[in-house]
């Protein structure tokens, strides 16, 4: 559509531009096509119409000019004819009130005495030699030396509409106006198309990769749910039932009085359970409640439950309506978990809270707040430079996801972790 838009506009430009650009071209053109003209016709007069009685205003040699003029000079474009002696008379004119009257000459117009030639320019209708042609509008005036039989010089002038003038103009433009444009729209034709499948190609790309984003989503989220459902299928249950199997023996070794090996046997037991406990923390991590049937607050209050264990206070706030939809949820409470995972592991705190909300139609809010040690930038950095990760990663899911992550924190001042993402 912009490339259109800019195609057009690109045309316009060089029409209009077209336009402005030939127009003083075109007047050039005229006046040099008057210019020829002024010299033609000076010819024709000079050998057909004028004898040595115009220089003294003989009436019968006066007559003879006016016919010529009449019938072959004058027309539709050519409206005025005047012949001008040298100091500035005008000896002849078909505007008969002129004849005798005297204005002096331009230093142009004596210049032509000296070298011949012609020149042509716009009239100017304010001067008192002008005042008969006022009513003809605009018109180039065009002049030329020509001599009578005896070889005086006399100036011959005509007047011509300038309406005429610029028509030849206007035909120029015309004809170059359709190859031009015809030019123009050829190219247009050709882009418009190449420009549509080159847009078309970008969003199908788009489209693609999207797809196989998600689909590379999917095929994870499915392969953790395989491992789990082996995890907890197989060796869980295997190790639960070594566990139940192992109790009555324990049971046995201490009826027959040996203590050591029921101790043992015992032992044993106590580790296979903390060992299938731990198996089955694994799995909900590894395949966590799903947030489209739990919901966010549940599985919040799912995360807050085994600080509150461990005799954390805590506190929860989920807004209505705050959620980030299926889109941003995930990514809310992969923050909330990493977050209270820290408060667990290295704050030492006695109470953390958590906010969800929605700050902006478009955002969704998470704060979570503990009141322990706290940390600071030189501590994060050595326990990065050692592998732990936990927030830096946070930060580049956040990123991708187009939300932003800040974690505020002091040494003894607590900390703040807060997350925008972008809501749907
Ligand atoms: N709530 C908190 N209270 C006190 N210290 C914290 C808190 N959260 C983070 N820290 C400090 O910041 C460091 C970096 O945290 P981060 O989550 O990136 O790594 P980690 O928790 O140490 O390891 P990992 O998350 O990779 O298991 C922590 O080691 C800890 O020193
Ligand atoms: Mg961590």
């Not at 010089?153 to 170059?176: C, D, K, M, P, T």
């Amino acid at each position: 559509m912009r490339f259109t838009l800019g195609s057009v506009a690109a045309i316009a430009v060089v029409v209009v531009g077209g336009y402005f650009a030939l127009r003083p071209v075109t007047i050039k053109e005229a006046e040099r096509t008057t210019r020829e003209q002024v010299q033609v016709e000076g010819r024709l007069v000079a050998s057909a119409g004028l004898s040595d009685g115009v220089l003294h205003g003989d009436a019968r040699a006066l007559a003879h000019l006016d016919d010529l003029v009449q019938a072959q000079i004058l027309d539709t474009s050519v409206v005025r004819v005047k012949v001008w002696s040298r100091d500035g008379t005008i000896l002849y004119s078909d505007e008969p009130a002129l004849v005798g009257k005297h204005f002096a000459l331009g230093a142009d117009e004596l210049a032509l005495f000296r070298q011949g030639g012609a020149k042509a320019d716009l009239s100017d209708l304010s001067k008192p030699e002008n005042r008969y042609e006022r009513p003809e509008g605009k018109l180039l005036e065009a002049h030329t030396a020509i001599r009578t039989p005896n070889g005086t010089q006399v100036l011959f002038e005509i007047y011509e509409r300038f309406a005429s003038v610029s028509a030849n103009g206007s035909r120029l433009l015309r004809a170059l106006a359709p190859p031009i444009l015809a030019g123009l729209l050829i190219l247009l034709l050709f882009q418009v198309p190449l420009a549509w499948s080159t847009a078309a190609r970008l969003q199908r790309g788009h489209r693609e990769r999207e797809r196989l984003l998600a689909s590379a989503i999917e095929a994870s989220g499915q392969e953790r749910r395989r491992i789990a459902a082996d995890l907890h299928d197989g060796v869980v249950q295997d190790l639960a039932g070594v566990a139940f199997g192992l109790a009555p023996i324990a049971d046995d070794a201490e009826r027959r009085g040996a203590a050591a090996e029921a101790s043992a046997l015992r032992d044993a037991i106590a580790r296979l359970r903390h060992g299938v406990r731990g198996l089955r923390t694994l799995l909900v991590e590894i395949d966590p409640p799903s947030l489209e049937s739990t919901g966010l607050e549940a599985a919040l209050s799912d995360l807050l439950s085994s600080l509150e264990a461990e005799g954390i206070a805590t506190e929860l706030h989920v807004d209505d309506g705050a959620t980030a939809g299926s889109t941003g949820d995930p990514l809310v409470y992969r923050a909330a978990r990493e977050a209270l995972r820290n408060v667990h592991s290295h704050a030492a705190a006695a109470s953390v809270r958590v906010d969800v909300t929605r700050p902006a139609a478009e955002t969704t809010r998470l704060v979570v707040t503990d009141d322990g040690r706290g940390f600071g930038a030189a501590e994060r950095e050595r326990r990065r430079a050692a592998g732990h990760v936990g927030l830096t990663l946070l930060e580049g899911l956040v990123a991708q996801a187009g939300g932003t992550l800040t974690v505020r924190s002091a040494p003894g001042e607590g900390t703040t972790v807060e997350l925008e993402v972008p809501a749907t």
